[in-house]
């Protein structure tokens, strides 16, 4: 239900407050129900080598689990094989994770889905920065070039696979990406790295920092930019430039500071601005631009939560957030079609904020029964001209729990839900999940899992008024149609409905020890079926989506690593067997385009397999080939070669290491215009550490 103007300014009034006081959090946040103190907790939230005896998993419910009794099956990227295998951009991370697909629709703006169902916008997954929801919000998608987030600073990914709106809610439809920072705690001192290759790709990073008893900083500074791709077509199929680069800018700042045995204070905040370029002749012909209408990107985020532990077996968490997107993207156009010729100034500029609070209690009744269980809030402000014809706000409210119960050693129960109230189509849902996990011996389990989600439409599927006000006419002649929308609009119907699904799961997780060495596996099975699904086509002249398409999926993953010390290997394979049909009215339009628009990312074969070697005098090489048999257009075939060279010394560390990409396709695979003259790509990287 709407909240009145009064309760907002008495939130956005807690929140100032809280940003001078609290700290974000993320899904690390529940270490202390481990019984450790306050200070120890902080060790243990930011310390991962827990893969003996099974690795622990803390975002699928937001309590710290065992992989054994996880409901659900959960991918751990640690941040340290990003880097090893010289992962240049995050959303290449997800080429790692069975099941996820990524590619670029139309440009260079990334887009990342799990099972292929996704649109031009990645509307279906819960994507979190530390616990901070990071998508979009009037169009739920994810600008992966903008996100606030630098390689070097991350510890970890998780992913859940599968849906997981029991613990986050209406949009974690598919899955949840929770990206984990360091603690500040771990980058005392300085550090430098950049990285150049083709392209134009660069990264530059610096940060430095500092720790005593009571708090911990760190300073970080990024920036970030690529050409693009090399050219694109014509409608007679001869090449042309394409400008399709950005160049992006990040600050940010992250602390701790420990209060006393039982009260801990966190924040974050970060800065972001910069250039994402866009080609004219993306706009369309009939809009007849003048210029190449870039975007200026100006972003910022303060986040904050205040911990509290009163007991061993007992924490409690409230977390505050605020975030803006700003989007300036204006151009000259002189259309075409028209009875008179003129030209004018047009512009797709937005604004965009988020307001969110989530307050969360973790209980350990023993340890067999824990729970945890928390409220949330969220208010979703936008205003653009263009694509509202105004302003607007959206508004959620959710209440969440799990309970996790083991009544005997050999099988571990989960039960959790998510009650959420939704101004987008004035209604509530329940998301509930129920898993059992089988202990089949000491490293290997058995699950069983039954979940159900929806997903509402965002702001723009559901209320867009979209059209074009001219401004700055020539000749002035026509100055009378100063202000007016000019050429065609479309507004939205305002009668969607939630997309609905309901997944079935089972997997089943081991460790087996190999001499020195580690085996892990996980392998999946599900049987998905998708309601609801709005599809269709997002365009100011042609306006087609509808709760229209119901999709059937079942198919097999599997995840496997080998570690010794000096050695890593790692393998993912996934089969998608899926079926779609068209639901909606009856239309004079071909119903399968419905179907292939939210199949554009879905293969039926993927995966990826890598290998990383230490050698002496600590020179290193990691291997990877990533592999899909087939998106819209063709395969995507890849092979990465990273060699590194690093020195170790008591004041001082660095690294030297080149990077070469080789695509074994020539068709770009989703997109006609993504062109890459040269199927060979090098880059190379230096690190500095003090």
């Known amino acids: 239900m709407p909240v009145s103007r009064s309760h907002t300014i008495k939130l956005h009034s807690l929140l100032v407050i809280g940003c001078f006081s609290l700290s974000p959090v993320s899904a690390s946040d529940n270490s202390s129900e481990d ?12 310390s991962f080598l827990l893969e003996e005896p099974v690795p622990e998993v803390l975002s699928t419910t937001k309590l710290r689990q065992p992989k054994s009794r996880v409901p659900g099956t959960t991918t751990v990227i640690r941040g340290s094989l990003i880097r090893d295998l010289g992962i240049l951009n995050l959303e290449e991370v997800f080429r790692l994770v069975p099941g996820m697909t990524v590619g670029y629709i139309g440009s260079n703006s990334p887009v990342t889905s799990y099972h292929g169902t996704v649109a031009y916008e990645q509307r279906r997954l819960q994507i979190q920065i530390d616990g901070r929801t990071a998508y979009q919000p009037s169009l739920s998608d994810v600008d992966w070039n903008s996100m606030p987030v630098a390689i070097e600073n991350i510890e970890r990914i998780e992913i859940s696979r599968g849906p997981n709106a029991a613990a986050y809610g209406i949009n974690a439809f598919l899955g949840t990406i929770n990206i984990i920072t360091k603690s500040p705690a771990d980058t005392e001192g300085g550090e430098f790295h950049a990285a150049y290759g083709s392209r134009g790709y660069k990264r530059l990073f610096g940060s430095t920092g500092n720790t005593s008893d009571n708090y911990d900083w760190r300073l970080s500074y990024q ?40 009260n801990a204070l966190d924040f974050r905040a970060g800065v972001t601005d910069g250039v994402d370029k866009d080609d004219r002749r993306r706009i369309g012909e009939a809009f007849g631009a003048q210029n190449d209408p870039d975007v200026d990107v100006r972003d910022y985020y303060l986040q904050a939560t205040w911990r509290y532990t009163p007991s061993e077996s007992h924490f409690l968490h409230l977390m505050s957030s605020y975030q803006s997107y700003g989007r300036t993207q204006e151009w000259r156009t002189c259309p075409t079609g028209f009875p008179i010729e003129f030209c004018a100034d047009v512009d797709q500029n937005r604004d965009e904020s988020r307001l969110e609070f989530e307050l969360q209690d973790t209980l350990i009744i023993n340890p067999d029964l824990r729970i945890v269980s928390g409220l949330g809030y969220r208010e979703d402000n936008f205003e653009s001209d263009t694509f509202f ?10 209440v969440f729990g799990n309970v996790e119960y083991t009544p005997v050693n050999w099988v ?22 129920v898993a059992a996990n089988f202990q089949l011996t000491d490293h290997q389990t058995l699950r069983f899992v039954y979940s159900e989600a929806v997903r509402t439409p965002d702001a723009f599927e559901q209320n867009a008024d979209w059209g074009y006000r001219a401004t700055n006419i020539s000749p002035e002649d026509f100055a009378f149609l100063n202000g007016q929308r000019l050429g065609p609009t479309v507004q939205g119907s305002g009668d969607l409905t939630e997309e609905q699904i309901v997944s079935r799961e089972i997997s089943y997780f081991a460790q087996f020890r190999m001499g020195s060495g580690l085996l892990t596996t996980e392998v999946k099975y599900f049987n998905d079926e998708l309601r609801d699904v709005i599809a269709g086509v997002l365009n100011v002249d042609e306006w087609t989506i509808g709760n229209n398409v119901a999709l059937d999926q079942q198919g097999v993953e599997l995840e496997a690593s080998l570690e010794y010390p000096d050695t890593q290997l790692r393998l993912t394979y996934a089969y998608l067997d899926q079926d779609g049909r068209y639901t909606g009215p009856p239309t004079d339009q071909e119903t399968d385009l419905f179907l292939r628009l939210e199949s554009r990312l879905s293969a039926k074969h993927s995966g990826s397999i890598a290998w990383i070697q230490q050698y002496a005098w ?38 030297v290491a080149l990077i070469f990409q080789h695509y074994f396709h020539d068709t770009p695979p989703v997109s ?19």
């Not at 014809?389 to 959710?398: D, L």
């Not at 990691?622 to 087939?630: G, H, I, S």
Request: glycine fraction near 6%; charged fraction near 25%; avoid cysteine.
């Open 389 to 398: 014809n105004g302003k607007g706000a959206n508004y959620q409210s959710r």
């Open 412 to 433: 571990t129960f989960n039960a959790g839900a998510n009650w959420e109230t939704t101004t987008t189509i004035d209604d509530s849902f329940l998301s509930p999940r």
């Open 618 to 655: 600590d020179l290193s090489s990691a291997t990877a080939f990533y592999y899909v048999d087939e998106f819209a257009r063709g395969p995507f075939k890849r092979a990465d070669l990273r060699l590194a060279k690093s020195v170790y010394s008591p004041r001082l560390n660095y690294n």
């Open 35 to 46: 019984g450790l103190n306050l200070s120890d907790a902080f060790e243990a939230d930011y």
């Open 672 to 690: 006609d215009d993504n062109n890459i003259r040269d199927p060979n790509q090098v880059f190379i990287e230096a690190g500095l550490k003090f």
């Open 223 to 262: 920036r970030r930019g690529s050409d693009g791709f090399d050219f694109q077509y014509d409608d007679d199929r001869n090449e042309l430039p394409f400008n399709d680069g950005y160049a992006l800018n990040f600050f940010s700042y992250d602390s701790v500071a420990a209060i006393n045995a039982h």
